[in-house]
């Protein structure tokens, strides 16, 4: 069968990928509403088409804080790209390369910063951040990604603990042996016999408690002193916190929920977009994830105000199909 559309891909995944996979990638908190809302809220939104315009000549390229790329499509963060594909972050990084478009590279890859550098030297390349308990460990990701050419920081804020995923829980998900969170590794030396090592966060790669609840406002100064790159804020939801980061000296927002995978019950990215575009107020620059499945989600996340959408679990769908 030819591969249309997103979902020839889903379907594809869904069949193939082990079971523990996939349902660690389609996911969502608790009822999973969020995460189903973030694709629904889409249908709901109607154009207004207008017609006799010249159409003949299209140019679909923007920038992201100055750097162009061909199409207002990047690729969103999501961890664990080796359980659909063996070169997992490699592979992904040379997509994005070669479609000239934007990929923010996880902590929670399972190929270093220097291999996912490596695979597509010269492409725009963005590190998304997690702010752990030992802040050693993530002062040295944000220096190491400096080094490695990454052009900006990508902090993500709506994880101080993690969401209730009900399968990863049934499943007993964990990574598999021979996989390793490989910018991590030895950053987190526990005696894997511990009863701590059994508990339902060490599935995720990580010892319990690792990830710094204690995270504010206060720790983008931190942060500023450590890199020269661009600061980034994903998971913003408010028009509140969207004043915030602007005040606290961001370069952008992306309006997420995390793909519905953390807090189930809060609103549908492309429903949250418009207060905080019209909260910044060209500020600084605003992008969405979430939900996006076809070109016409993007049309519609442009027209009412984000500069560019990022995809998830797209790009994991598109690796189980090599």
Same mark, same amino acid.
Request: aromatic share 10%; net charge positive.
């Given at each position: ?11 594809? +995944?869904? !069949? ?10 389609? +996911?969502?908190a %608790? ?22 315009r ?7 390229? *923007? ?17 664990? $790209? ?7 972050? !490699?592979?992904?990084?040379?997509a ?9 590279a ?22 998304? &951040? ?18 490695? #050419? ?17 399968? /990863?829980?049934?499943?007993g ?7 390793? =969170? ?17 508990? &339902?966060?060490?599935?995720? #790669? ?9 995270? *504010? ?11 020269? =790159? ?8 408010? !028009?509140? /916190?969207?004043? &915030?980061?602007?005040? $606290? ?8 929920? $995390? #793909? ?8 549908? *990215?492309?429903? +949250? =977009?418009?207060?905080?575009?019209e ?10 994830? #979430? ?5 016409? %989600?993007?049309? !519609?996340? &442009?027209? =009412? ?8 679990r ?9």
């Amino acid at each position: 069968m030819a591969m249309v559309c997103l979902s020839d891909f889903e379907a594809y +995944a869904k !069949k193939y990928l082990p079971k523990i996979a996939w349902d660690f990638f389609a +996911a969502g908190a %608790d009822d999973c509403s969020t995460r189903d809302e973030n694709i629904l809220a889409y249908k709901r939104i109607r154009f207004r088409p207008r017609m006799l315009r010249d159409v003949s000549t299209m140019d679909i390229r *923007t920038k992201l804080l100055e750097a162009e790329i061909s199409f207002p499509v990047g690729i969103a963060p999501t961890g664990f $790209h080796q359980l659909a594909w063996p070169d997992g972050e !490699k592979s992904t990084a040379r997509a994005a390369k070669a479609m000239n478009t934007c990929y923010i590279a996880s902590t929670y890859s399972t190929c270093t910063l220097e291999e996912i550098s490596a695979a597509a030297p010269g492409g725009l390349r963005w590190f998304q &951040l997690y702010i752990h308990r030992n802040r050693a460990v993530s002062q040295q990701l944000v220096q190491r990604a400096e080094a490695l #050419g990454f052009q900006a920081l990508v902090l993500t804020v709506d994880l101080p603990y993690t969401g209730k995923r009900c399968d /990863d829980v049934r499943n007993g998900f964990r990574l598999p042996p021979h996989m390793k =969170l490989k910018n991590l590794e030895g950053a987190f030396e526990v005696c894997k016999m511990s009863p701590s090592f059994h508990s &339902l966060h060490w599935h995720y #790669g990580l010892p319990p408690n690792s990830m710094d609840p204690s995270v *504010t406002w206060n720790d983008i100064y931190w942060l500023r002193s450590l890199t020269h =790159l661009p600061i980034i804020i994903k998971g913003i939801l408010t !028009k509140e /916190d969207a004043e &915030l980061a602007v005040r $606290h000296g961001v370069q952008g927002i992306i309006v997420s929920n $995390h #793909g519905g995978r953390q807090l189930d019950g809060g609103p549908a *990215t492309v429903d +949250a =977009l418009v207060e905080v575009v019209e909260a910044v107020q060209g500020r600084v620059e605003v992008y969405l994830d #979430g939900g996006i499945r076809k070109g016409s %989600d993007v049309l !519609k996340a &442009l027209a =009412l105000g984000a500069k560019c959408v990022f995809i998830g679990r797209p790009a994991l769908w598109g690796l189980a199909y090599k």
